[in-house]
């Protein structure tokens, strides 16, 4: 009887130190904490980004918000802590002053109460542009139904316009004098007007289509 006492005692530890490890395991591979329902990224006029994101969380820590100039490379440029609200959808906004044209990638990282889980939100992609205004003028700005742009002597050969993500929304052909663009059908927002000279390089304006 004392055999068989013994022997159940120790498969009964075996038991429970095999619960704890399978029950370890599986919070390590917990699905994150943050359902993303919302995330957006967008340029204001003063260069400064603005992202918003709205989210489900359930037992999460925070936020870190996180930038990167390649896609591959990422610094982390700020933190938020969870308002752990589960009931309901919460709003969370961050600002990054950027006054560095080109391309740059953001995104969102978030980790549960315990430092096991941890997901991500959607990387967006936006451009900032330096304005040059010395050589081209956009005028209305803001707009509504459409601009003109100066091309003064002629230094430009062709425009594009481009919304924040680097998408090409359209492109004309520029003549020497006034060019006038229809934007009656583009959306509300933020866009960019690539220039391109005679000599292949390139110069930016930006524009709100309101």
Do not use: C
């Amino acid at each position: 009887m004392k055999l068989i006492s013994t022997l159940a005692l120790r498969s009964f530890a075996i038991a429970a130190i095999l619960l704890v490890i399978v029950a370890t395991s599986s919070k390590a591979h917990a699905a994150p904490p943050v359902f993303w329902n919302v995330f957006e990224v967008t340029v204001k006029n003063n260069n400064t980004v603005e992202m918003n994101w709205l989210v489900t969380e359930y037992n999460n820590k925070g936020f870190w918000i996180e930038h990167s100039t390649d896609g591959f490379h990422w610094t982390e440029i700020g933190t938020i802590p969870s308002k752990n609200s589960p009931e309901s959808l919460e709003d969370y906004h961050f600002t990054h002053t950027n006054n560095e044209a080109g391309r740059h990638f953001y995104r969102v990282r978030n980790m549960d109460v315990d430092e096991y889980a941890t997901g991500f939100s959607r990387v967006r992609t936006i451009i900032i542009a330096k304005d040059r205004n010395n050589d081209v003028l956009i005028s209305p700005n803001p707009a509504n139904d459409h601009i003109t742009i100066d091309n003064g002597e002629g230094n430009f050969t062709h425009a594009e316009i481009v919304d924040l993500f680097g998408k090409k929304i359209s492109g004309t052909k520029l003549n020497t004098q006034v060019n006038r663009l229809d934007v009656s059908r583009m959306p509300k927002g933020t866009y960019f007007v690539k220039l391109i000279r005679v000599d292949g390089s390139h110069a930016s304006g930006r524009f709100i289509r309101l």
